[in-house]
């Protein structure tokens, strides 16, 4: 009886301490941008990226071409972002990652990295795309555009990022509910968010006002695609505003993240019903997948989900957090993070040791999330 | 369990999962573990990264508890309970083989 008061009054003890000052040691260092937490997961980063961009082609071999070639564009983009965040808000260093940022961007524009787009279009909208068409998962790829043409104005990607920007610009602004296809037949509101970042990235990057076409844009997106709880819904009927989805964290994280290169008041009423989707204990936060009243087992962009919380919600929570500045959140994220991400020491910086390549270039661009 | 027990096994568990962590993020840091787990190509890895996992969680979680229930079982040792000790024989009386008192020389 005496050992087992003991063993309880010791847990009860070092619990609610302990662990989350372990996990939370940086958190600070994080937030504000430091020099000496950055870099090294940076420097890291953009090596293997730099070796990994010399290949053509998906870098992961499931055998879903679908997947291999999102994961690649998610990865490659994400670095892109990553890297571009990092140099931004360090000037002076930011030739050390152009190599990797015109690398990625490379494979960003390379047909061959999303056949599969190129096969469910008939084309892949790189190269051409007819009117009727979407192509939003062309958002991604032209946010990375967006983001070294804003770290270097002479980019020899500057004629690509506008042309797709002109062209994405008329489909969102024509569009009756503010929705583009991704696929034939496939409404993703996460991807348009990524098409609405990518215009307004573009405008900051060549001081172009769009300002008022994404605000219009923003108040029809959100009518149709932004659920009661506030959460984002992760996928509607073509052409339509009927959910084929639940509303989800993932998806609404992201695009809080996107959207702030955009529309900051969309960002902020898509971060505010994160805030009060966010779980906590002892200190960690998480933030729940499906959105009140929703239930469901998740999918490639949840990731695992523990207690209804998932690692995709809360990976891109940090992002959405830092973008809107809530230092609060993003330090119970980032225990989180610290505690199942590993940090590692490798020979040129610092890696998340169970994140892989696309897992490193997800988190490092979240932890950076900055709008410009 | 002695405190010491205690503290032995602490201190040997701690080396253990501190070595696993080490070690095991270096090599899983030095490869796409996300390919590995994606394919289910590598088990070995796949195993490895879930050990790297529980040992990390292990660290952070139960090692700060389990040091404080050594201390406190050091700052609050045990009560002796049962019968009294028998009062030492008097003086001039030795404690023969027998067990019972008898006279010496």
């Not at chain 1, 959100?222 to 996928?235: F, H, M, P």
């Not at chain 2, 088990?43 to 700060?64: K, Q, T």
């Amino acid at each position: 009886m005496r050992a087992l008061i003991l063993v309880v009054a010791s847990f009860l003890v070092t619990l609610p301490i302990l662990p989350r000052t372990l996990c939370g040691l940086g958190s600070e260092a994080w937030f504000r941008g430091d020099a000496a937490a950055q870099v090294p997961h940076g420097n890291a980063l953009a090596r293997v990226l730099r070796e990994r961009a010399t290949v053509p082609g998906p870098i992961y071999h499931t055998g879903d071409a679908r997947f291999d070639g999102q994961a690649t564009i998610a990865t490659y983009q994400m670095a892109v972002m990553a890297l571009g965040q990092l140099a931004l808000q360090r000037p002076g260093e930011a030739d050390g990652y152009l190599d990797t940022m015109n690398a990625a961007a490379e494979r960003l524009a390379d047909p061959e990295t999303l056949t599969y787009a190129a096969r469910v279009w008939g084309a892949h909208g790189v190269l051409r795309m007819e009117a009727r068409e979407g192509h939003a998962y062309l958002g991604y790829v032209n946010l990375a555009l967006g983001m070294l043409r804003l770290v270097d104005p002479k980019t020899r990607f500057a004629e690509l990022n506008d042309r797709l920007t002109e062209e994405l610009t008329a489909r969102l602004d024509v569009s009756q509910n503010g929705l583009i296809e991704t696929y034939p037949g496939e409404t993703w509101p996460p991807d348009v968010a990524a098409v609405a970042g990518s215009i307004g990235l573009h405008a900051t990057a060549t001081h172009t006002n769009r300002s008022e076409l994404l605000s219009r844009w923003g108040v029809r997106f959100a009518r149709c695609a932004v659920g009661d709880s506030g959460y984002l819904v992760q996928r509607v009927r073509t052409g339509t505003c009927e959910a084929l989805d639940a509303p989800r964290g993932s998806g609404t994280a992201i695009a809080s993240y996107f959207l702030g290169f955009a529309d900051q008041a969309l960002s902020q009423r898509l971060y505010a019903a994160l805030v009060l989707g966010e779980r906590t204990l002892l200190g960690f936060g998480g933030i729940r997948e499906y959105a009140p009243g929703f239930h469901g087992r998740g999918d490639v962009n949840a990731g695992p989900l523990l207690f209804g919380v998932s690692v995709g919600a809360t990976g891109f929570g940090l992002g959405a957090a830092r973008m809107n500045g809530d230092d609060a959140m993003y330090t119970r994220l980032f225990r989180t993070a610290m505690l199942f991400g590993v940090p590692a020491q490798v020979n040129d910086g610092e890696v998340f040791a169970t994140g892989g390549t696309l897992g490193n270039a997800l988190l490092l661009a979240m932890l950076t999330a900055r709008a410009p | 369990m002695s405190t010491r027990f205690h503290a032995l096994a602490l201190a040997s568990t701690v080396t253990l999962a501190v070595i696993a962590v080490k070690f095991g993020a270096a090599r899983l840091a030095a490869r796409d573990v996300l390919a590995d787990v994606l394919t289910s190509a590598n088990l070995g890895i796949v195993g490895a990264l879930a050990g790297l996992l529980a040992a990390r969680v292990f660290l952070v979680m139960l090692v700060p508890a389990w040091m404080v229930f050594i201390l406190a079982r050091s700052a609050f040792p045990r009560r002796r309970l049962g019968p009294p000790e028998p009062p030492p024989p008097p003086c001039g009386f030795r404690v023969d083989s027998e067990g019972g008192p008898g006279p010496n020389g």
